[in-house]
């Protein structure tokens, strides 16, 4: 007589995904990333766009840099530079960065600053201010994540995770080095646990009377 039997293999649950575990493992990616970039030369593009309020391009500038590491930090050399300004209607090209085509042009200096602002960052290892995107450790901590679910981006399986300042933001606190800055959203990698888009906007809004002081118009900025 033969006897045949069943056996059940129970496993245990996987530990169910939140935003912060998701996030936790992204910043460890993140964190190792950015010492390894201290041993290697790499290239780094950057683009910046200014929009009217009306939602058209005014400026556009293309920065490609050779970065490579020295003993205190890296060094940046820019190797390609693109740029257009579109005026009634017609796209103009240029190829010096910080090009006026008009006497007083705010938004040549508008373009260059924020090149050399979020680009070449003295104080960061690779240039990138470190409070633009909460993916290191350190940066996360500033932040309340929430989960939006599961989803393809281009072919790439990916969660959607949107974030918030822990603090309540004011744009004339000083205290930018405890407090975030930016609310977005992120797309991390369902496999590999890495960025692959990170969209963020200011937290808050500049007041009218700050714009009014500064004479700028700037409405939102973002990454």
């Not at 017609?90 to 010096?96: A, V, Y």
């Not at 938004?107 to 680009?119: I, Y």
């Amino acid at each position: 007589m033969i006897f045949m039997g069943l056996m059940l293999f129970l496993a245990a649950p996987e530990e169910s995904l939140t935003a912060d575990s998701i996030m936790a493992r992204l910043a460890e990616n993140q964190d190792r990333a950015e010492h390894l970039r201290t041993a290697f030369v790499y290239h780094q593009n950057v683009l910046v766009r200014i929009h009217r309020a009306n939602g058209k391009l005014a400026r556009e500038e293309y920065s490609e840099y050779t970065v490579t590491p020295t003993p205190k930090g890296t060094n940046k050399e820019r190797v390609l530079f693109r740029g257009k300004y579109v005026e009634h209607g017609k796209s103009i090209d240029f190829d010096t960065p910080g090009f006026e085509h008009k006497g007083i042009d705010i938004d040549a200096n508008l373009g260059e600053s924020l090149t050399e602002s979020v680009a070449n960052d003295r104080k960061s290892r690779d240039g990138i201010e470190h409070d633009l995107f909460p993916l290191t450790s350190r940066q996360q901590e500033k932040y309340n994540f929430r989960l939006e679910g599961a989803e393809d981006y281009r072919g790439t399986p990916v969660y959607k995770i949107t974030f918030v300042p822990k603090k309540r933001v004011s744009i004339l606190d000083d205290d930018d080095e405890n407090q975030g800055q930016w609310v977005g959203e992120a797309l991390v990698h369902r496999n590999e646990y890495q960025p692959v888009l990170i969209t963020t906007s200011l937290a808050a809004q500049i007041p009218l009377w700050v714009k009014t002081a500064l004479g700028t118009d700037v409405k939102q900025l973002g990454f």
